[in-house]
């Protein structure tokens, strides 16, 4: 059986077609452009697969499965997006309209959960309960636990970036206020940097004045690690992982952000000696949330 996994993120889309081992046999992206009409959206994707199947010598009677990452909540029947902000989607039964336009089974999935599964069967956690997180603009979090993605009872576990950091602090998108998002990784670093430097100012302004030896962009780095440190250690020390994996744009900044942020999770996680926790950089890439989703249990 041929796969497919589609990663639809908040400004393009990553599709390939994948072998059940896991190898990638071709894939491509294309901005994400306008999704809000499925009319146009739909027959783009599909599109988008046929060519990939040419290119790979696939028949598209060959393709079994499609996992569909989004950057949102999906439901329980993994046929309808929750809510995606970022493309305008609320209650989109993307899922159920995707599998009567093109016969194939398809499932929904959030794309950190994607991630994380992803390095669960063909990355840096082979075969290990993990936690994944995806330090980009925001926090995304997928956790796989008993060889499962983790989903909880309530659909929200891994929200890792919403965990209130700060009494009265900034609000936050998803209504509350002192969220650990709106002060570290991509959007928290920005904010913090506007009101350091003005509007102008973003996430790279703190790390290239931070590399200046400007005092007070060293001390929100620091701020942000210790917020992003203390977080993971109160999540390995509750699920107790085999281990961590850190990935996203944000974790590209090794030396001054991601490696700093590992060296206080080694330290300051509950350990049982001669049982180590790893804790390193996830190996996928970018193309994890793709990869997951294709390889989904089909079930
Ligand atoms: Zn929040």
Known sequence: MIRVGIDIGGTKVNIGLLEESGKVLAKENFPVGDATDMQVFIPKLHDAI??????????????????????????????????APNLGWID????????????????????AKAAAWAEYCAGAGKGKDLICVTLGTGIGTGLVLDGKIYEGALGTAGEMGHIPVKVNGRPCACGKVGCLECYAA??????TAKELYGED???RTLFAK????????????????????TTF???VNLLSPACLLISGGMSERKTEFAEP???????HAY??????????????????????????PTD
């Open 50 to 83: 046929k060519r990939l199947a040419e290119q790979a010598g696939v028949k598209e009677a060959e393709i079994g499965f499609c996992g569909i990452g989004v950057p949102g909540t999906v439901s329980a029947d993994k046929l309808t997006v929750g809510c």
């Open 92 to 111: 989109l039964p993307l899922g159920k309209a995707f599998r009567e336009y093109t016969g194939y089974t398809v499932k929904l999935v959030q794309d």
């Open 186 to 191: 991509g959007k928290g670093l920005g904010y």
């Open 201 to 203: 100012a973003d996430a």
């Open 210 to 229: 931070a590399a200046e030896g400007d005092k007070a962009a060293s001390e929100a780095l620091d701020e942000a690690i210790l917020l992003l440190g």
């Open 233 to 235: 250690v109160g999540a």
């Open 261 to 267: 942020i590992m060296n206080f999770v080694k330290e």
């Open 271 to 296: 350990e049982i000696p001669g049982r180590p926790l790893e804790v390193k950089l996830a190996a996928l890439g970018s193309d994890a949330p793709m990869i997951g989703a294709a390889l989904l």
